[in-house]
T-cell receptor, first 114, second 114 residues
Framework: GENVEQHPSTLSVQEGDSAVIKCTYS??????FPWYKQELGKGPQLIID?????GEKKDQRIAVTLNKTAKHFSLHITETQPEDSAVYFC?????????????FGGGTRVLVKP | EAGVTQFPSHSVIEKGQTVTLRCDPI?????LYWYRRVMGKEIKFLLH????????ESGMPNNRFLAERTGGTYSTLKVQPAELEDSGVYFC????????????FGPGTRLLVL
């Protein structure tokens, strides 16, 4: 089955700096890659997603890149703010008849220091 | 539009007891998923309903876990009898039918088995 590895497990950055989280996946049939942010006591919230027919997607300070050949995708947060502090999860799914179940990475705890 | 809701938010039970978790998906969402995160590890898929039918239950750990979605609306996940290793956070997510990939997560139920 699919396996998703996520690095780093923790990331501390100064406010205003950029943060990058990287994930690799094993199943070349995966075609949908969402990123979730989880704040303390809350459920994961989708912040951005990318499909396999796209190499890069940007939404304000957040961007995601996908390299299908290498089977890795990354989350980039620019101009980090204290409210970006949270646990971030990458995930992958095959969609279609496979039913869209998500395989998650282990999570990255991001701390933005003011 | 109300989001995914889960009840209870927390549950503390003794080994051998029974616990039932409930999930109310976003209205009109045909797909309902159960996931759990154990001991700070990655979030793992348990099962997927399409309306009232189980599409994929490959992630269910053993026959102590029983999920139902009668009528295709809310779902329950019963653990009977509970074991210590069942402790963790149980998340429910929902998505639209007909290829809807974006999954919206509930706040989770934190289960502690003593």
């Amino acid at each position: 089955g699919e396996n998703v590895e996520q690095h780093p497990s923790t990331l501390s950055v100064q406010e205003g700096d950029s943060a990058v989280i990287k994930c690799t996946y094993s199943d070349s049939a995966s075609n949908y890659f969402p990123w979730y942010k989880q704040e303390l006591g809350k459920g994961p919230q989708l912040i951005i997603d990318i499909r396999s027919n796209v190499g890069e997607k940007k939404d304000q300070r957040i961007a995601v890149t996908l390299n299908k050949t290498a089977k890795h995708f990354s989350l980039h947060i620019t101009e980090t703010q204290p409210e970006d502090s949270a646990v971030y999860f990458c995930a992958a799914s095959k969609g279609g008849a496979a039913g869209n179940k998500l395989t998650f990475g282990g999570g990255t705890r991001v701390l933005v220091k003011p | 539009e109300a989001g995914v809701t889960q009840f209870p938010s927390h549950s503390v039970i003794e080994k051998g007891q029974t616990v039932t978790l409930r999930c109310d998906p976003i209205s009109g969402h045909d797909n309902l998923y159960w996931y759990r995160r154990v001991m700070g590890k990655e979030i793992k898929f348990l099962l997927h309903f399409v309306k009232e039918s189980k599409q994929d239950e490959s992630g269910m750990p053993n026959n102590r876990f029983l999920a139902e979605r009668t009528g295709g609306t809310y779902s329950t996940l019963k653990v009977q009898p509970a074991e210590l290793e069942d402790s963790g956070v149980y998340f429910c997510a929902s998505s639209r039918g007909h290829g809807g990939e974006t999954q919206y997560f509930g706040p989770g139920t934190r289960l502690l088995v003593l």
